[in-house]
């Protein structure tokens, strides 16, 4: 029952601070988010699964009931963690928490409306990562969108409606597909059943009927493309990343850092769960076209965040080029792989949120986020500087922070993957993402933050004020945590990664 | 077995001051006493000191290659990544010197950095703490991978150091390049770790289950490696030159060499360091840790030779006709680390070692020297505003002369020796069947001409003649801070070469050639013998196909030595004198060429200005116009369609009641139609 | 004497035409909702007589929920169109567009 009392209490606790007044709204929400922060590590502390979830695994906080029966299906409460969804767990809940925290300074207007609906959104994100039914994951994977399509919508920049909508319709009709390519699956698959272990034991064990005259390997890779394409808007990958930028830019800082940090998490890990752990070999069989894609979101990601001149879309376009290892790994099926690519999802969460939240912090004080704008800011905020510095080197993958582990991790996976062909081609060109990652990171940082001090918009730049840099401080602590001992996640992730590979490789 | 077991304080002590000068730089910037240098002093000094007992240690015969942390564990087939400690005499060698160099770094920095009242002291020492401990942490590395996490560590220090001062705007560009070009090398490096791993499932350096070993095995078919669809050999050496990638850029060569002469924006102590233990070194180093797999490769290593042959010619024209005394000193850098490669290439690596470490007394010298200088010269480099300085700074002449000397290898400093033996394994392996390496000895003889040369003309510029400024007339004095360390260096710079007198030893058959016995031997131990310099050239005979011919070390010598005087003797002839002029007009165009280092910055400028971002802005204008104009067209579709059929929707209600009533009509004719009631 | 069904029906299509006719023609609110229980009341008709054919009282029944169905809508459709003639002073449906696109 675990699970259960953590999201009925952050759900409480958004409806609570609801009815808080505004002037005390940010506080209660703190707070109030440091509940399921500590369910998450009490979860972490007491973790007893093994295995993967879906693949015969012991399910850690198992919990089922029934709900209701459809067509003869069976649709359950079903929630449960193994060691990739609760790094993601944990992940979340530490995210909330910060964001909340520096909202404090960011947010001024409708509060307590605004931490509501952040707290809102921890729940039904908990409630992706925790569910193992089909139609309750699905129930919380469109119940996101809510909560951030008013986020964007209402504490957002200038043109937020326009990201609002844009994000909004665009996973929306991502989800549909997915959703059509599933039930498709499940319906020619023998289960009665819309749990996931269930079908994905029948989706594995090769025995599924023909539906709509589509043959049943025909079904597989339309049912995979669409689930892919479905949750490839999500990570975003490249063509579908173009919603991610102007969401970013529009929405306000403590908004991005979610939705970069876990949002796009959601896409990686439904790509593992449901296509790279169900269809493996249609996966197999599409790993050349999948690499590609992967390589080219590398790439393509860094070059596009190379022309940028706003801080956030750089950070925005930058996210993009790491989602692409994430694929990367996938595709590999090797345990540092599709490990690695786990691993990658979590340190990139921190590493990205450390990022939005420092050019939140600058753009508090300077009230501008355009490169050309300023220079020299190390002159007047030096702490702000100094972590902004050490994120960046950890976006750039510096060892000792978790974003060289993830990296590393995958590069390893993928170099010697039997899976996928010409696969050390694949994995060198997608690793030259590492030098213009560099190149547009260390080029932004020399403009905006060295130099002699200028600052176009005339404010009264000072020093930012604890509260401000207390959640980068912790985060760059995390960040260098997981860089040095990655087997805290790394661990549990690779025990649970291993029943869902094939081929060989490291 | 003691030392060994505190030999990880000699990474943790620069490490842990490193923690304490960043403590009180974001709380209290004011509470350590000299800013934090005496944290780093102590710690550096401590790591001296531990590093001189592994020393001994290994000395006796002793060594070890043992796992400290496991960063990773491995799953059935995946390779557990950890961190190791390889303690043997090749580590233990460097060790020394960089604990020593950069204790005397932190010492001149006190001169250098708080006397003249810096800002962000302990930012500073923060740096040089962490850059220390990075690479002691490369040098005690025992895997591959550790020795890649360290390397980028070390890449990162130079970032944070050479952008330093970061309110101007030079440092900050200089560190970017700096990390950027290394990063662009350090990107094959990694590919290549990542290709040893898939390779080998190993990357450890030493032992029977190390990659070098596994890969020699394979070379004689007792074991089986994936080698990708290609030869054995071929395969090794793509895996070779990828690690090389990494090296090149570390070890400023040709043509990534270009970040180092800008780095001098950093203060001058952190270029002491970068040039002379840390950083540059680390380049060479890993060639020479990784040697039993290198030695297997004959296409790489002639690669690295030829490299290294043509990057000491190179970089030694350019150093020729600098104005400033630190970009003579960085050119002169990237020279003298050509004639590691060469060393190293030609089979040399007992030579090669032996330059390394001269090489970081004598430049860790000039460096120093350098500095005390342009604190003299309130951080005036230019040479041309100098002389005369000889009387008003006798230490600081002294000891510059000393490691001028052996810059130029003049007989019997230490660069002479160490210069020598490089040059002499190329010849007697170029003339024992490997001509290619003839080539690169030719480029390495004819560099050591310019290195006396410019060497000279720095020293008569800086200290001879009549003083040709104010500032030269009334320099600035030093303290015991910026002394001391140069009277260290100075006498190491003297006597270094001793060590190894090849040419004596010949002639005499004493002294004894101390570092050949030193790297030659696995002290009994088995496990280690793959890491001697006797089983290197073994495996360069076997699979290298390097053999000598029976040569006198005697006569190249005396060849080298008279290049190198015959440099400083033309050095002499322009520049000494009361009032020496600017001869490098006299070179016309090839002045503005050398004066621009044949244009390798403008090349890879305009790469990046006038390729690499003109791409990225059409890729942005693509990604805005096409990519996101589709979804915008689908969305407008939509739209589109929406604003024509809501004319439908017309708001009276009488249309609404006629469309409801032709519609029930309507379903009423089908359902009728359908159901026959006409027929 | 039985009066035949047909005629009950044709009084009842009647009826209902009326009311359609009075919904397509009129753009008094006042007479488009009385034809609204023109039509109501044809469907009333059919129940009943219905009712009293097959003899039991469902159609009966049925007929007194549309006449309370029509009471509630009057009282709805009474109001709205007070509301519109404040709103456009007059009782004409097309007037009334403000709330299309």
Known sequence: MIIETLLAVTGLAALV??????????????????????????????????????????????????????????????????????????????????????????????QSQFYALILFMETTLLGVFTALDFLLWFVFWEAVL????????????????????????????????????????????????????????????????????????????????????????????????????????EAPSPVSVLLAGVLLKMGTYALLRYNFTMLPETAAALAVPIAAVAVVSVLYGAMLAL?????????????????????????????????????????????????????????????????????????????????????????????????????????????????????????????????????????????????????????????????????????????????????????????????ILQGGGL | MAAFDFAPLIVLLPFTSFFVAVAAAIWRPNILPKGGALPGIAATAGSLLVSLWVAVEVLGGGRTAETVYVWSTGVGDAPELVFSLLLDPLSALMLLIVSLVATLVHVFSLGYMNDEDETGLPRYYAGLGLFTASMLGFVVAGNLLMAFIFFELVGLCSYLLIGFWFREAGPPSAAKKAFLVTRFGDYFFLVGVAGVFATFGSAAFAGPESFPAVAEAALTGEASVRTFGFGTQTWFSVLGFLILGGVVGKSAQYP??????????????????????????????????????????????????????????????????????????????????????????????????????????????????????????????????????????????????????????????????????????????????????????????????????????????????????????????????????????????????????????ELLGFPPEYLHDWLAHDGGRSAFAGLTSEHYGELLHDWAGYSTVELSAILPGLVSLGLALLGAGGAYALYAGDDPEEHTEKLGAAKTVLYNNYYQDEYQVWL??????????????????????????????????????????????????????????????VVGVLGGWFA | MAVP????????????????????????????????????????????YFSQFWGNVTGQTFSLFVIALAAAEVAIGIGIILVLYRNFDGVDVTEATTMRW
């Not at chain 1, 979830?53 to 649709?75: N, Q």
């Not at chain 1, 979340?92 to 207007?109: K, M, R």
């Not at chain 1, 090769?206 to 990570?235: H, N, S, W, Y």
Request: with cysteine; hydrophobic share 55%; charged share 10%.
């Open chain 1, 307 to 499: 022309a940028q001149e706003d801080l956030k879309r750089i950070v925005a376009y930058s996210s993009v080029s790491s989602m692409g290892y994430v694929i990367l790994g996938l595709i590999a099926y090797t345990l540092y792989g599709v490990g690695g690519a786990t691993f990658q999802m979590v340190a990139h969460g921190l590493i990205s949120g450390l990022m939005f939240m420092s050019v939140g912090v600058i753009y508090h004080a300077t009230h501008t986020r355009m490169v050309g704008d300023m220079s020299g800011m190390a002159d007047r905020m030096p702490v702000t500087t100094g972590i902004l510095v050490a994120g960046a080197f950890g976006y750039m993958g510096l060892p000792l922070m978790a974003g060289f582990a993830g990296e590393f991790f995958v590069f390893v996976g993928s170099f010697g993957s039997t899976t996928l062909p010409f696969a050390p081609i694949f994995t060198a060109v997608a690793m030259f993402g590492i030098v213009v990652v560099a190149g547009y990171l260390l080029l932004a940082m020399q403009k905006t933050l060295f130099g002699p001090f200028r600052l176009d918009t005339d404010y009264e730049v000072h020093g930012a004020p604890l509260r401000d840099t207390a959640p980068l401080a912790v985060l760059l602590l995390c960040i260098v945590a997981l860089g040095v001992a990655p087997d805290l996640f790394f661990g549990m992730i690779k025990d649970a990664v291993g029943p």
């Open chain 1, 17 to 110: 601070t609801f009815l808080v007044p505004d002037e005390y709204a940010g506080r209660a929400a703190a707070v109030f988010s440091v509940l399921p922060l500590l369910g998450s590590l009490l979860l972490w502390a007491r973790f007893n699964g093994a295995g993967n979830a879906l693949v015969d695994g012991d399910v850690a906080f198992e919990s089922a009931a029934p709900w209701m029966t459809l067509g003869g299906y069976k649709v359950q409460w079903f929630v449960g963690l193994d060691g990739v969804s609760l790094p993601l767990v944990v992940l979340t809940t530490v995210l909330t928490t910060l964001a909340i925290i520096s909202a404090w300074s960011a947010i001024d207007e409708r």
């Open chain 2, 256 to 505: 990534l060499h270009t970040w180092l002469p800008d780095a001098m924006e950093g203060p001058t102590p952190v270029s002491a360091l970068i040039h002379a233990a840390t950083m540059v070194a680390a380049g060479v180093y890993l060639i020479a840790r990784i040697y039993g797999f290198y030695a297997l490769l004959p296409t790489v290593l002639a690669a690295i030779a030829l490299v290294g042959g043509f990057t000491a010619l190179f970089a030694a024209t350019m150093g020729l006709v600098k104005r400033e005394i630190k970009q003579v000193l960085a050119y002169s850098t990237i020279s003298q680390y050509g004639y590691m490669m060469l060393g190293l290439g030609a089979g040399g690596y007992v030579a090669a070692t032996f330059h390394l470490m001269t090489h970081a007394f004598f430049k860790a010298l000039l460096f120093l020297g350098a500095g005390s200088v342009i604190i003299a010269m309130h951080h005036n480099e230019d040479m041309w505003d100098m002389g005369g300085l000889r009387k008003r700074m006798p230490v600081t002449y002294v000891t510059f002369l000393a490691g001028s000397l052996a810059l130029a290898g003049i007989v019997p400093f230490a660069g002479f020796w160490s210069k020598d033996e490089v040059l002499y394994e190329a010849l007697v392996h170029g003339l024992g069947g490997s001509p290619i390496l003839l080539a690169a000895y030719g480029m390495g003889l004819v560099a050591v001409l310019f290195t006396g040369f410019y060497t000279f003309r720095m020293v008569l510029l800086t200290f001879h003649g009549d003083p040709r400024t104010e500032l030269a007339r009334n320099p600035h004095g030093v303290g015991w801070n910026v002394k001391a360390p140069l009277v260290v260096l100075g006498v190491l710079a003297t006597t270094a070469g001793f060590l190894n007198m090849v040419p004596v030893h």
């Open chain 3, 5 to 48: 069904p047909s005629y009950y029906l044709l009084l009842s299509a009647a009826l209902f035409c009326i009311g359609v006719a009075g919904v397509l023609t009129r753009r008094n609110a006042l007479l488009f909702l009385m034809s609204i229980e023109l039509m109501l009341n044809a469907a009333n008709v059919n129940f009943v």
């Open chain 2, 608 to 669: 990046t200005d006038s390729v690499v971002k003109p791409l990225s802005r059409t890729m942005d204008t693509f990604d805005q116009g096409v990519v996101d104009g589709t979804v915008n067209t689908v969305s407008s579709v939509s739209l589109f369609s929406g604003r024509r059929l809501r004319r439908i929707q017309t708001g009276v209600v009488s249309n609404y009641a006629v469309l409801l009533t032709l519609g029930l009509t309507a379903l009423v004719l």
């Open chain 1, 146 to 249: 809510v909560p951030m399509y008013f986020l964007i919508g209402v504490w957002g920049g200038p043109r937020r409606k326009y990201a609002a909508i844009k994000f909004f319709v665009y996973t929306n009709i991502a989800s549909l597909a997915m959703f059509i390519a599933f039930v498709a699956l499940v319906l020619a698959a023998p289960v009665e059943t819309f749990s996931l272990p269930a079908v994905a034991a029948a989706l594995r064990g090769e025995q599924i009927a023909g539906f709509l005259g589509l043959t049943p390997d025909l079904l597989r890779t339309v049912a995979f493309v669409a689930m892919f394409v479905g949750f490839g808007v999500k990570v975003p990958i490249v063509p579908f990343h173009t919603w991610l930028p102007d969401a970013h830019v």
